[in-house]
Every structure is written in structure tokens, then in C-alpha cells.
């Protein structure tokens, strides 16, 4: 079994930059994929940034301004956030995909933009 707790979800100003961190226990392994999705109110849950073993992906939304990282030693990954806009307001949430049949998700970490 794997839990995954998420941490660093605050409020922003647009502009400004903010660090999700995800901390995984249990059985991790480098194989994993590990994940940020969001949801915002009234929108579907959608990808922001995924890394594997072999290559890391972005949303189009997210590009140039989120930068996803995993410690494989620590069993976690962080989300850098900069140049943060309206639009990224959302709950965040990390998700690790084991395979086909094998997946989980962190309870969120709310992230609000304002000035």
C-alpha cells in the first residue's frame, strides 16, 4: 500500500511562485510514475506534470513556468510553481501509477491566487 501526503498548498499572488511538496510511503518503486493533477471548481481533473523513469511531461498550460522534481532517495516529488496565474488556482493533487490496474492519490493541497 502507498500513501501519498501533500504539503505547501497556500495562498499567491499572481506573479509570485509557490512549492508543493508530495511524500510517499510504502512500497515506492523507480519504476512509479509519480504525478501533480488539479481541479478547480467545476473543471475535471487535469494533469500538470508527470515524471518517469524516463522522461518528464508537462501540461501546455503549465510549460516554462512549473517545474516537476523527484527525490528517489526520499520518496518524493515537489512541484515549483512560478509565475503563477489566476487560472493555476486549484486543488492539488499527487498521484503515483504503478501500472494499469495499480494507482493512488494524495487528499490535496488547495492553492488560491489573489492580489
Known amino acids: 500500500q502507498v500513501r501519498l501526503v501533500e504539503s505547501g498548498g497556500d495562498s499567491v499572488q499572481p506573479g509570485g511562485s509557490l512549492r508543493l511538496s508530495c511524500a510517499a510511503s510504502?512500497?515506492?518503486?523507480?519504476?512509479?510514475?509519480m504525478a501533480w493533477y488539479r481541479q478547480a471548481p467545476g473543471n475535471q481533473r487535469e494533469l500538470v506534470a508527470s515524471?518517469?523513469?524516463?522522461?518528464?511531461n508537462y501540461a501546455d498550460s503549465v510549460k516554462g513556468r512549473f517545474t516537476i522534481s523527484r527525490n528517489n532517495a526520499k520518496n518524493t516529488v515537489d512541484l515549483q510553481m512560478n509565475s503563477v496565474k489566476p487560472e493555476d488556482a486549484a486543488v492539488y493533487y499527487c498521484?503515483?501509477?504503478?501500472?494499469?490496474?495499480?494507482?493512488?492519490w494524495g487528499q490535496g493541497t488547495p492553492v488560491t491566487v489573489s492580489s
Open positions: 498521484y503515483l501509477k504503478r501500472n494499469s490496474l495499480t494507482s493512488y
Open positions: 510504502g512500497s515506492i518503486l523507480l519504476s512509479d510514475t
Open positions: 515524471v518517469s523513469a524516463t522522461k518528464t
